[in-house]
């Protein structure tokens, strides 16, 4: 076999080309891992900024969300507690010897009766705390006081004798004990408790009716407020709305006043406000939802009346009788027969919020009487059996000017009329 031999030469320009061809490999492939590890960096960047853009973005969603208004509801129904209805002859009782009625007891001797369940408010500048600072209001407020009816009140007969030593509205003197039992026991009565809102600042808006709102452009600023009161007519539609806003978290009415059917706000709660005995058959008639009938039979009697309105019972709170009696002899000075629904809305409003703000009260001669009049109506001052509105206005003066006083040589904002 012949073996075929090479050139010295010849093999260095084999090698020479094996180096070449390597050497293009070697290029060939740090090209490539060039070419991926840019792709790679450039994926990198690209992914990095957008994680850094979605940041950004979600730093500006979190920072708009922490500006927007939280809405404050008024009721709290996560802790509505479930209700059947109840045997008024077991529910209702009765000491073996009934204890003798008191006579002739002053109405501002009396205890009032006390929130068990009561949280005084951690900010730091509320109404409340104007009691520090002017002695006139400190012996006039009482923080704590009860509110609204529960079924401790009819249910517990020392309860129920304490509030029972006056006539309506400041008690229940005169009244069958059991037509407060049917309203207490019935089922759509939760009686849902009011918002906790000890640990906030709550500022709030008490809207009345004058004329002084028509062209005000207070709209925006009354729904503003955590908690907005109304009263009467409640006109909220689109058409005064830019005056007087929209919200509504508290009405408050009487069978002679209600107008629920203005009331738009879903989450509104309902004040009923009894003055009189047939208000209390009224009421029972609207928790049990009929509405069908104008005629109570009140103690054996038949009355004509006006018929209850339909709306949720379960958003439903009745003004306590204790509650009627404060106001008239702590800031009515125990003048006319009753506070009117007004007083009794501002003082609920200064017993619930820190900051309050009176809206379209009081009358004045350049506006007509209602921001909503469709004519100018001149104003009256004719006297009413049941109020004395002068007596308001002047113990409005005298409060608005004390109070004005104490908030400012402290800092604190009172209320303002617009």
């Known amino acids: ?13 084999l090698a020479a080309f094996v180096g070449l061809y390597a050497a293009f ?11 991926i ?8 960047d690209s992914l990095e900024h957008r994680l850094l853009q979605d940041a950004r973005i979600k730093s500006l969603v979190d920072k708009d969300e922490s500006t927007k208004t939280i809405l404050i509801l008024p009721l709290n129904f996560s802790n509505a507690p479930t209700k059947k209805p109840g045997n008024l002859t077991v529910l209702l009782e009765r000491p073996a010897n009934l204890p003798k009625q008191p006579r002739g007891v002053p109405m ?3 205890p009032y009766m006390m929130e068990l369940n009561y949280k005084p408010s951690k900010c730091p500048k509320t109404l409340g705390t104007i009691a520090r600072y002017s002695s006139w209001f400190k ?5 704590g006081l009860k509110m609204f009816l529960d079924e401790k009140d009819i249910y517990n007969f020392d309860n129920y004798f304490k509030i029972s030593h006056y006539g309506m509205p400041f008690g229940y003197a005169t009244v069958d004990r059991n037509i407060l039992g049917l309203i207490v026991t019935n089922p759509n009565f939760i009686n849902v408790p009011i918002t906790d809102l000890s640990d906030k600042c709550v500022r709030c808006a008490v809207v009345g009716c004058g004329g002084i709102l028509n062209g005000s452009n207070a709209g925006q600023e009354i729904d503003s407020h955590d908690f907005v009161f109304r009263v009467n007519h409640a006109l909220t539609s689109e058409k005064h709305a830019s005056d007087v806003g929209r919200k509504t978290s508290f009405y408050e009415f009487f069978p ?10 879903p989450n509104a709660a309902y004040l009923f406000t009894p003055f ?9 008639s609207m928790l049990r939802g009929d509405n069908s009938s104008r005629n109570f039979s009140v103690e054996g009697k038949m009355k004509k009346f006006f018929r209850p309105p339909l709306l949720d019972q379960s958003r439903v709170k009745i003004t306590h009788p204790d509650f009627f009696r404060y106001i008239f002899t702590h800031f009515m000075d125990l003048k006319g027969y009753r506070p009117t629904t007004g007083a009794l809305l501002v003082f609920t409003a200064i017993y619930l919020c820190d900051e309050v703000t009176i809206y379209g009260f009081g009358y004045d001669p350049r506006f007509t009487v209602h921001y909503y009049d469709r004519k100018f109506i001149n104003i ?3 006297p009413t059996g049941a109020h004395d509105i002068a007596n308001e206005r002047n113990c409005g003066k005298t409060s608005f000017r004390r109070c004005y006083k104490a908030f400012q040589t402290r800092s604190l904002k009172c209320c303002k009329a617009v």
């Open 108 to 110: 501002d001797k009396m």
């Open 1 to 13: 076999m012949k073996v075929r031999r090479f050139s010295r030469t010849s093999l260095l320009v």
């Open 380 to 382: 009256t001052h004719s």
């Open 139 to 143: 012996e006039r407020f009482k923080p």
């Open 276 to 284: 009189k005995k047939v208000d209390l058959y009224y009421a029972e």
């Open 256 to 265: 002679e006043s209600q107008h629920v059917r203005n009331v738009k706000d």
């Open 37 to 44: 590890k840019t792709s790679l960096e450039k994926g990198l």
């Open 25 to 35: 490999l070697l290029v060939g492939n740090f090209q490539k891992s060039l070419s």
